[in-house]
């Protein structure tokens, strides 16, 4: 049993290599559960993943203190079951900035090894930017639009447009302000190698999302071929004959089915395969590395965090007011939708003590009031009693 702590938080990395370096340990454990034991994390974040100091053997033989990545908190993993790869099952609970934008757009559908990758492609954006040297002169805005911005569509919280646009396009871009570069010891966008290790895996979710666009413009096709038909059908059963345009050949458009898009896909991207990923980022840790580009925590105060852990999915006779429970940890009731891009819940995604201490706060404000009532209410019976004596 473990009575204390005994790793440290994955903020406290020392160097961008080092935190590709417990990334990297991380997706390997990753690899483990989801191919051997059928096991999905469904909560990759960066307060699941932790530093955990082991002594190792060197080449040499001599004993050294290395830093190693531990993915902890397996309490929202899901066994990935048979049904589960047929559609059903399975869905996502897990925190708002680090999921994936199809997870967030399309809560409904099973998580895919590739949701959770990009995840940890989430984790590492987000620690560089937060604690590495780079060209950003607003991280908190920049911050905020790619990983706690979200939209309302259908009445449902969607995806932001940031994170979105930038799985779409291959680009990061800063608020307002265009791309941005990491830098090196030197101040040298090119003397650091996590933006080539950012730039591969971005434009290996890119061709991911640019299959989904294609296999939505299939569905509406196929849609569109279907009402076709739908409409001879009936003219046939009038008796009117075809006409010369060729709307009988309808059917015979959009002969690939989606599945095997889909399986086309898989057999080519990288985030598809954790050995594929982890090869890349072996190589990559070869590489000469910065020694000295963590520079603090650059952001000026505590992230906004509209939606930070989503339950398993919204009923959809769910109005807008009921749509409050998917938020964990606040207790007020959401906005319009029309104000919901104004809405702010200052809460840091790696502070798991946040929800504690307004309880705290609140129990400790109820005592009080409680306190002065009641002696609001001696005071006045006390009052009375000597009114009447007298």
Request: proline letters at 4%; one cysteine or more; glycine letters at 6%.
């Amino acid at each position: 049993m473990v009575v204390e702590d005994v790793c440290l938080p994955l903020r406290d990395f020392k160097s961008g290599k080092q935190l590709i370096s417990i990334v990297r340990d991380c997706i390997k454990a990753h690899e483990g559960a989801a191919t051997r034991a059928q096991i999905m994390h469904c909560d990759i974040s960066i307060g699941n993943m932790l530093i955990c100091p082991r002594v190792e053997a060197d080449e040499e033989g001599v004993l050294r203190v290395k830093w190693r990545g531990v993915l902890s908190d397996w309490g929202l993993s899901r066994h990935v079951s048979a049904d589960v790869q047929r559609g059903a099952g399975l869905f996502w609970q897990g925190t708002w900035q680090f999921a994936s934008a199809n997870v967030l757009d399309n809560p409904d559908k099973p998580i895919a090894i590739a949701d959770e990758v990009e995840s940890f492609f989430h984790v590492i954006l987000y620690n560089a930017l937060r604690y590495l040297r780079h060209t950003i002169s607003s991280p908190e805005s920049t911050m905020t639009d790619y990983f706690d911005w979200y939209s309302w569509r259908a009445g449902h919280y969607r995806c932001g447009i940031g994170k979105r646009v930038a799985m779409r396009t291959g680009r990061l871009e800063e608020s307002g302000s265009g791309s941005y570069q990491f830098l090196g010891d030197d101040g040298a966008s090119g003397s650091q190698p996590l933006n080539w290790v950012l730039d591969v895996m971005l434009s290996h979710l890119r061709a991911r999302y640019q299959v989904f666009v294609r296999l939505q413009d299939r569905e509406n096709s196929m849609a569109r071929c279907y009402r076709r038909l739908k409409h001879i059908l009936a003219r046939r059963r009038a008796g009117e004959a075809p006409t010369e345009s060729g709307e009988d050949d309808g059917k015979d458009q959009d002969q690939d089915t989606l599945e095997d898009q889909e399986k086309s896909v898989e057999d080519t991207l990288l985030i598809d395969s954790h050995a594929e990923l982890l090869e890349f980022l072996d190589e990559a840790l070869e590489w000469d590395w910065p020694k000295k580009d963590v520079v603090g925590d650059q952001l000026k105060k505590e992230p906004s965090a509209p939606a930070l852990r989503l339950q398993s999915r919204l009923r959809a006779g769910d109005n807008k007011n009921t749509a409050s429970q998917i938020l964990s940890g606040c207790s007020r009731t959401l906005p319009e939708p029309d104000d919901l891009a104004c809405t702010q819940n200052k809460r840091d995604p790696d502070e798991p003590t946040a929800k504690r201490r307004r309880i705290a706060s609140a129990l400790r404000k109820k005592g009080r009031l409680t306190s002065i009532v009641r002696a609001s209410l001696t005071y006045n019976l006390r009052s009375k009693t000597l009114a009447r004596r007298k």
